[in-house]
């Protein structure tokens, strides 16, 4: 069975930097896209990052490009999502997903999600 563990939330001023874990298991080959995905109160959960395990190719959303690196560590079993000069606009629950390699990064295409972790920025 599939499993993703989120971690590394927290409170940071505008302007800082976090970096999220997102501990995995259960994979049997590495034919898998990690996602991270967020939702702020009252608004839908949204893609803004994933990146494909056999070939390491990533996509971003607009709202975090250029900001925002996502990695996988083979040997850790783990992707990061390490994102810089956050904005009060990036506070939401963050949750880590996976799933088969698929055509896109979206919500829809993911069938295991952790259980989220927050992250508050503050201005």
């Known amino acids: 069975e599939v499993q993703v563990v989120e971690s590394g939330g927290g409170l940071v001023q505008a302007g800082g930097s976090l970096r999220l874990s997102c501990a995995t298991s259960?994979?049997?080959?590495?034919?898998?896209?990690i996602g991270w995905f967020r939702q702020a109160p009252g608004k839908e959960r949204e893609a803004i990052s994933c990146i494909n395990l056999s070939d390491a190719s990533t996509y971003y959303a607009d709202s975090v490009k250029g900001r925002s690196t996502i990695s996988y560590d083979d040997a850790a079993n783990a992707v990061y999502l390490e994102m810089n000069d956050l904005k009060p606009e990036d506070t939401a629950v963050y949750f880590c997903?996976?799933?088969?390699?698929?055509?896109?990064?979206?919500?829809?295409?993911?069938?295991?999600w952790g259980q989220g972790t927050q992250v508050t920025v503050s201005s």
């Open positions: 997903a996976a799933d088969e390699v698929g055509a896109t990064c979206e919500v829809d295409d993911f069938a295991s």
């Open positions: 259960g994979f049997i080959t590495d034919d898998y896209d």
